[in-house]
């Protein structure tokens, strides 16, 4: 009997360490459903922000194009140069793109906006410290930032996304899938 009871007992510190919510965010940490939806936002979302990012650069691209052609139409040689160094400065490199993913992915897949400067609690997230220990002004710069933001309060998110975000841009970045917006941005410049 007393095997039993001492199974019982560890079935619910299991069951509870994985169903622990933040009654701030109302979001749960951990678990096979957090994960799942960390997945689908990153290959809905990310995904589909990384192919408009593609579209916009060629965009640009074009634009440059054309303008170099109409200034530089009578001089071959510099028009070639000019024509090669867009290409090079619009094509964005394999480590430059991972950058960005990733930079996407803590920003708008990340439930609690862990390893963030919104992370909630009382100081900023050790993987701050870690980081940039070797700098110690950044890591002040970045301490005063989170105090601005903070002020007094511990959690300035509201289901994984910062409180005072425009609600017009909130509602447009769920609808197409993020599942966070760990940014302490107030106005949105697209």
Do not use: H
């Not at 069951?15 to 459903?33: E, H, I, M, Q």
């Not at 480590?95 to 862990?114: A, G, H, Y």
């Not at 400067?117 to 110690?136: F, Q, V």
Request: aromatic content about 8%; proline content about 3%; charged content about 40%.
């Amino acid at each position: 009997m007393r095997k039993s009871l001492n199974n019982k007992n560890r079935t619910r510190k299991s069951a509870n360490t994985k169903t622990k919510t933040n009654t701030k965010t109302k979001t749960k940490r951990g678990g096979a459903g957090d994960s799942k939806s960390i997945k689908k936002c990153v290959n809905t979302f990310v995904k589909t922000k990384r192919k408009q990012y593609g579209k916009k650069t060629k965009d640009i691209r074009k634009m440059l194009e054309k303008e170099a052609r109409l200034k530089f139409k009578n001089d071959k040689p510099k028009l070639d140069e000019t024509l090669k160094r867009i290409k090079e400065f619009t094509k964005p490199s394999k480590e430059s793109d991972k950058i960005l993913t990733d930079s996407d992915i803590l920003t708008f897949c990340n439930p609690n906006c862990e390893a963030t400067i919104l992370e909630p609690g009382n100081k900023l997230s050790e993987r701050y410290y870690a980081d940039y220990k070797s700098n110690k002004k950044l890591i002040k710069l970045f301490e005063e930032q989170r105090k601005k933001v903070f002020g007094k309060k511990t959690n300035v998110l509201v289901d994984g996304f910062y409180e005072n975000a425009p609600k017009k841009y909130l509602d447009e970045i769920k609808k197409q899938g993020a599942i966070s917006f760990c940014s302490p941005a107030t106005k949105i410049i697209k």
